[in-house]
């Protein structure tokens, strides 16, 4: 078992180790950056892009019409059972009163149509369902055709399944850039990593024939390698915070793009800083760490 | 003690490097190795350090059977060793205090220990004043002390030494085996594989030729300072 002041010395080791190798250290901090960087904005454009077909899905209304032999406790009874649907975001009732006001209000060249109905309505009470799962637009209306008391259900299969389709589509492109993305940025911060460890691979050889054990020779490689990480994640996380918040208000102040893709569609950084923050820290601390593990694999056997 | 049993070693390409060598070097010995290059030397350094293992035979290096030792034990065995290449081999980042510190370090000996007895084996090399110099500011024939300094820290039962004055200039070649036979005097078994014959013939002792991976001559000669 290792003494402390020996765990002590080993980390200094690889704190100083950093200053010692600036050079390799910078470039592996560099490449670092850049692979974290690439993989980040591709993560945080998909998921503003899911944000947004979210946001448009949410739009997307399922109209229940009630019989009109319903009772009011039935029609009670199937909003509340409507409510609890998995997936469904809102339920609001809608009298065939307003629905018929609405309708007027909505088609002013038939006005005279409508007045000819006189006091007769020939529309039913309704529900409008909002559903903030578009995958489950088909399933939701499955349960609700089983529920007691309908008499038609409304709802625009065709917007759903274009809106399934384009984020289909959309995680597929994007988990295979993201996953692209990291095979090359693995394969720099390798390289990197490999240039780094070789050019210390006499000092790695020294350190064997005195008789280093593994883990202290792979101990300051860790450290350097995880705090090389920690702060290319750390420079990551200050580049994307400035670059997306200065794209957020370009698109915030551009009302055309806004009225396109939704208003608060677009996550605003605030609100996934600290995962961000986190997974940068992380990803390259983790990254950084093992790679010059890994690296050092090779020369170790001496 | 050093002990090679019936040795063969034959490296993957089909080259008999060592065939059927035999020898014991006992503890407080100075042994030259000598012999033309290929001739076998580093093969049988290598052997001994555990970097290869031998095809057939018996190894035992201060007690430990190379042939039986486990990967895990390497770095125990190679505690009771000391070892001093052609080449230096210092870390350059690293001053001379630190380049010797660094071996004690390893096997974490307390720092109280190691503030204490790397001042005195600097001393003992004759590097007080380059203690804080980093090896690109030393000469070949310091930094070869402190390449002895290092092998010596650790108080080893036995020190390899492979052409340590290969690098150096010839007049130092004397200091340095002095330096290495004063060692040997304090107890500690030496090592050391050599090509320059006129060195071996000043210093005299146990010398063994190896020629083609064998063993043609293993006896004691007289120095030049004993036959004065």
Redesign the interface.
């Known amino acids: 078992m290792?003494?402390l002041?020996?765990v002590k010395?080993l980390i200094d080791q690889g704190t100083e180790?950093i200053w010692?190798?600036k050079m390799m250290a910078f470039a592996t901090f560099c490449v670092l950056l850049i692979s974290l960087l690439l993989v980040g904005a591709s993560v945080l454009f998909y998921i503003n892009i899911d944000s947004i077909i979210g946001g448009i899905s949410n739009k997307n209304e399922i109209a229940v019409f009630i019989n009109d032999t319903a009772s009011f406790e039935d029609i009670e009874e199937l909003g509340n059972n409507l409510s609890v649907i998995d997936g469904v975001s809102e339920v609001t009732f809608e009298s065939k009163e307003q629905a018929f006001q609405s309708m007027m209000k909505s088609m002013p060249e038939y006005e005279r149509i409508f007045e000819s109905l006189g006091s007769e309505n020939p529309l039913v009470d309704g529900y409008r369902v909002k559903v903030y799962d578009i995958n489950r637009v088909t399933e939701i209306i499955d349960i609700i055709r089983g529920m007691n008391n309908i008499y038609y259900i409304k709802a625009s299969q065709e917007f759903v399944n274009i809106l399934m389709e384009l984020r289909r589509i959309v995680t597929l492109i994007a988990t295979a850039i993201i996953i692209g993305l990291i095979i090359v940025s693995m394969i720099m911060i390798s390289n990197t990593t490999k240039a780094s460890v070789f050019s210390r691979r006499?000092?790695i050889?020294?350190?064997?024939?005195?008789?280093?054990?593994n883990g202290?020779i792979r101990i300051p490689f860790f450290i350097e390698g995880m705090v090389t990480g920690f702060f290319s994640g750390a420079g990551s996380f200050i580049l994307t915070l400035v670059v997306y918040r200065a794209i957020f208000k370009i698109l915030k102040n551009n009302i055309s793009v806004m009225n396109v893709i939704g208003l608060g569609s677009i996550i605003p950084f605030g609100k996934i800083q600290f995962y961000v923050l986190g997974a940068y820290l992380i990803a390259g601390a983790f990254i950084g760490g093992l790679g010059s593990v890994l690296c050092t694999r090779k020369h170790i056997n001496? | 003690m050093v002990e090679l049993k019936n040795v063969s070693v034959t490296y993957s390409s089909g080259v008999d490097a060592l065939n059927n060598v035999s020898l014991k070097i006992n503890d407080g010995d100075f042994t030259f190795v000598v012999g033309s290059s290929g001739a076998g030397k580093s093969t049988m350094i290598k052997l001994l350090l555990k970097e290869i293992d031998a095809t057939s035979g018996f190894v035992t290096v201060n007690g430990y059977n190379l042939s039986k030792l486990k990967k895990n034990k390497i770095p125990e065995f190679r505690r009771t060793l000391g070892f001093v290449f052609q080449d230096f081999r210092l870390i350059p980042s690293m001053t001379v205090y630190e380049n010797i510190a660094f071996v004690l370090r390893v096997i974490d000996s307390p720092k109280k220990f190691i503030k204490k007895r790397v001042p005195y084996v600097i001393g003992l090399v004759g590097l007080q004043s380059k203690m804080n110099s980093y090896p690109d500011e030393l000469s070949g024939g310091e930094k070869q002390r402190v390449a002895i300094a290092r092998a010596l820290v650790n108080d080893p039962q036995l020190i390899i030494a492979d052409e340590p004055t290969g690098n150096i200039d010839p007049e130092l070649s004397y200091e340095i085996v002095e330096l290495l036979k004063g060692i040997n005097d304090c107890g500690t078994t030496i090592l050391m594989v050599t090509h320059e014959h006129d060195l071996v013939r000043h210093f005299g002792g146990r010398i063994i030729n190896i020629t083609d991976g064998e063993i043609v001559f293993d006896e004691i000669i007289g120095g030049i300072n004993d036959e004065a």
Do not use: D, L, P, R
């Not at chain 1, 050889?205 to 054990?213: L, P, S």
């Open positions: 290792m003494k002041s020996g010395y180790n010692k190798n006499e000092e050889q020294i350190m064997k024939y005195v008789g280093a054990t202290f001496v």
